[in-house]
């Protein structure tokens, strides 16, 4: 039976509100929706003490009670008593401690609502890493609610905070009986008439009604009537808000300074001036991202190259190794061919995913990336967007569906659509194990210099082309979407810090591990299947085949390498999938593909990545008599049935420009849709980008070939 006992957890983002929740809970949660909206609501139960279970709610973080993003105004009415399903009786407040100023601006505010507030203060370890200390007893009389410093990592103070809701929910603890700030001249006329319409309302829920009460729950009666008390004494919710939020810094600073010793900041400070003098420069700090992005792709191919080899090596040998130790049989070689084909097309590209999010983990960890985002919020606002597009097109980097959910924090709609629209076009992770074996089949493994790789250069490349093709199509449906809103981009700064090297191993550890579990059983799964279309055919093509080469074996047994070769091209394209990539290689062979990379391309829509175990199963079928050679080797001596090559210059970079613009991805045409409320929006998406791909790849290959 569903608890009867609500207890919200509120607070800004990043501020371990999560953890929290996790470690309360610990399974017993539930993730769905909050009504009409698709902002994810996580429910949990939670034992305070023996006789008293409660359901935890984790509220959207938000920076204050005065709501822009669509996630915000849920925690907003939640707090507000406006929301049909939610109705805390106790609101635990979590704030960093590591940078209690700005939390404490929203702690204040959901003070003044005279609700029960428990304040649970974590990263207590990071605050005194920068020689924070907070004086809890201190803030506690400051605040006039319990305070508890809490570490859900270390299980730390949970008892305590449980303890303390318990408290608060038994009327042990109540609200301040005055309000956070006092000064309330400009609102007090409008409070004094509206009480007589909601007699027990706090002032500051008083000031919120006034200001937001068409987007609140009330008759139309009862709207027209605090409409009305709104014109009558000369409400400004502008100027209310702005006194208020000047009244609380005022009263915040002065508790900072009673309740917090910290050592001075001022030498990071002017430290951090300088250095953003030279990386923010309106024409240096261009060159220095192009730099970093330059030396980032480098890396990627320079340091992954070593394991990558070896890691090739070892699963060809591998497949030598169980040829010659099994019998022939189907089931061998669905071992051989299928899973240790699948397998080792999934292993070989951790290297890469590694270090590729190690160095971003790296840029995020010193604060660049949040430069990042200021240094580019000009050019993005003249295609459309702003400077917090930034950060869901570069976490497309890694998977466009987090960032796609990501964009809830942009509060402009017309901006917010137009990145949905266009983060897909970021090169994610799915994409570099494709661009990896393209790019070392068809661009020369030279360096300039000694130093720069070509081949890195042209995976560089390929993800500034999708940041730029990104740009340009944003420039372009701007004009199409009739939303007119101002938008403001306002961004903190971080000092700039060493990274946090267990973070930066953590990270990669954890893509590598998201990337074989998720991407891999898709990988896994796709190549077994391959390996059944593969093998089978329809009817008796294959019999026939079998019966042809047999009798031209009898005939001319000195030509057995050659005839066994053309053999098994032969059953590859007469079975199941030869046919799928038959129908298709009269709409892709404009572009240099053949029938395999047909079929490479309609299994791939399950995920980018799959194209390389697509390619790892058919040619392993392909070759399954040779001696087994690396997937790169077998693509690169691929040629069609006029002996010409299949991988070229040409059809090697039609194909690369096909998977940086195509929407080669399921996963983020269901996101953008639960997104946008319906199918229109991920439609659009999904011809603009294939269309996109199809003319561009079009033009490369007839350019080129």
Not at 174 to 179: N, Q
Not at 350 to 362: A, N, R
Not at 661 to 676: D, I
Request: glycine letters at 6%.
């Amino acid at each position: 039976m569903k608890p009867k006992i609500q207890i919200a957890l509120a607070g800004n983002p990043n501020s371990g509100k999560s953890s929290i929740f996790n470690t309360l809970t610990g399974l017993n949660q539930k993730v769905g929706n909050f009504p009409g909206v698709t902002v994810e609501k996580k429910t949990g139960v939670c034992t305070l003490t023996s006789d008293l279970t409660v359901e935890l709610i984790d509220l959207p973080g938000s920076y204050s009670l005065y709501p822009r993003r669509m996630d915000e105004w849920v925690s907003y009415k939640v707090l507000m008593q406006q929301d049909p399903e939610v109705n805390p009786q106790v609101v635990v407040v979590v704030a960093d401690a590591s940078n209690l100023k700005r939390n404490l601006l929203y702690v204040s505010q959901i003070v003044d609502l005279k609700v029960p507030v428990v304040l649970a203060l974590t990263m207590m370890d990071v605050a005194k890493k920068k020689q924070i200390t907070i004086h809890t007893a201190t803030l506690e009389r400051e605040l006039g609610i319990p305070v508890v410093p809490v570490n859900p990592r270390k299980n730390t103070g949970i008892q305590e905070l449980k303890k303390a809701i318990a408290n608060c929910y038994s009327g042990k603890y109540r609200p301040p009986a005055f309000d956070f700030i006092h000064n309330k001249d400009l609102a007090e006329p409008a409070l004094r008439a509206l009480r007589t319409l909601f007699p027990n309302l706090s002032d500051y829920t008083g000031i919120h009604y006034l200001i937001n009460h068409k987007s609140f729950d009330f008759s139309s009666t009862t709207r027209e009537q605090i409409e009305s008390i709104g014109k009558q004494y000369g409400f400004n919710p502008t100027r209310i808000q702005a006194d208020e939020i000047t009244n609380r810094y005022h009263r915040i600073r002065k508790i900072i300074e009673t309740a917090v010793t910290e050592r001075s900041l001022k030498e990071d400070k002017i430290l951090a001036e300088r250095l953003d003098h030279v990386l923010l420069h309106r024409t240096g700090g261009y060159i220095i991202l192009l730099t970093v992005l330059f030396f980032l792709f480098q890396s990627v191919f320079w340091i992954a190259q070593y394991p990558m080899d070896f890691i090739e090596h070892l699963f060809a040998s591998l497949q030598t190794w169980f040829q010659h130790l099994l019998p022939q049989s189907s089931w061998s070689d669905l071992f051989i061919n299928g899973i240790l084909s699948g397998i080792g097309g999934i292993v070989v590209f951790i290297p890469q995913i590694m270090i590729l999010f190690g160095l971003i983990t790296i840029l995020e960890e010193t604060g660049y990336m949040a430069r990042i985002s200021f240094l580019t919020d000009k050019i993005m606002r003249k295609v459309g967007l702003n400077g917090k597009s930034v950060m869901p097109m570069i976490s497309g980097f890694a998977c466009a569906v987090p960032a796609i959910m990501s964009v809830r924090n942009i509060e402009n709609h017309k901006e917010r659509l137009l990145t949905i629209l266009v983060t897909p076009l970021m090169s994610c992770s799915a994409r570099l194990p494709v661009y990896t074996i393209l790019i070392g089949l068809v661009i020369p493994n030279t360096y300039f210099l000694g130093v720069l790789s070509l081949q890195g250069l042209v995976m560089m490349g390929l993800y500034v082309f999708g940041v730029l093709m990104a740009l340009a199509v944003s420039f372009v449906a701007r004009g199409f979407i009739q939303l007119k809103e101002k938008s403001f981009f306002i961004l903190e700064l971080p000092l700039y810090r060493s990274p946090r090297w267990k973070n930066v191993f953590f990270t990669m550890v954890e893509k590598a591990k998201v990337f074989v579990t998720d991407a891999g059983k898709i990988i896994m799964i796709i190549s077994i299947l391959l390996w059944l279309l593969s093998a089978y055919g329809p009817g008796d093509r294959r019999t026939t085949v079998s019966e042809h080469y047999e009798q031209q074996l009898k005939l001319h047994p000195e030509r057995k390498s050659v005839l066994e070769k053309e053999k098994q091209s032969a059953l590859l394209e007469h079975s199941y999938a030869g046919v799928m990539g038959k129908y298709l290689e009269p709409i892709i062979a404009p572009l240099g593909y053949d029938w395999k990379i047909g079929i490479a391309l309609i299994t791939s829509f399950a995920a980018r990545e799959v194209f390389v175990g697509t390619m790892a199963t058919l040619y392993s079928v392909d070759n399954e008599n040779e001696n087994v050679q690396t997937l790169r080797q077998k693509m690169h001596s691929a040629v069609r049935s006029d002996g010409t090559k299949v991988y070229t210059l040409a059809s090697g970079i039609s194909l690369m420009l096909f998977y940086v613009l195509a929407m080669q991805c399921m996963s983020t045409l269901a996101v953008v849709k639960r997104e946008t409320q319906g199918w229109k929006w991920p439609i659009i998406q999904l011809l603009y980008m294939t269309g996109l791909a199809y003319l561009l790849s079009f033009i490369a290959y007839q350019l080129l070939r």
